[in-house]
């Protein structure tokens, strides 16, 4: 059974940065695509980031295009997601989500692990 635990939300202005962690453990970490998505009020949960099992492969929303990195360190079991140019609208709970990497997935029922989230909050 994988267990994911984020951290390093915050609240923090518009243009600022933020960096999110989470942290894997009771799985084979190297074998595992992992996510980022997340959840604003009264919205849908969606999707946000993508590192495939070695981290050479990644993929972002076009909302966080250019503004977010996906990254992980193995010697961590932790994968990170680096957040700049932040906005108001990227304001909601971010959830990190771990599954035996089959290849690029980017919705929830890819996902059989997943974090208790942790909350940003940007003000303008």
């Known amino acids: 059974q994988v267990q994911l635990v984020e951290s390093g939300g915050g609240l923090v202005q518009a243009g600022g940065s933020l960096k999110l962690s989470c942290v894997a453990s009771g799985g084979t970490f190297g074998t595992y695509a992992l996510a980022w998505f997340r959840q604003a009020p009264g919205k849908e949960r969606e999707f946000v980031a993508f590192?495939?099992?070695?981290?050479?492969?990644?993929y972002y929303a076009d909302s966080v295009k250019g503004r977010f990195t996906i990254s992980r360190d193995s010697a961590k079991n932790t994968v990170y997601l680096s957040m700049s140019s932040l906005k108001p609208e990227d304001t909601a709970v971010y959830y990190c989500?771990?599954?035996?990497?089959?290849?690029?997935?980017?919705?929830?029922?890819?996902?059989?692990?997943w974090g208790q989230g942790t909350q940003v909050t940007v003000s303008s």
């Open positions: 989500a771990a599954n035996i990497d089959y290849g690029l997935a980017t919705t929830e029922q890819n996902y059989a692990y």
């Open positions: 590192s495939n099992w070695s981290g050479r492969a990644t």
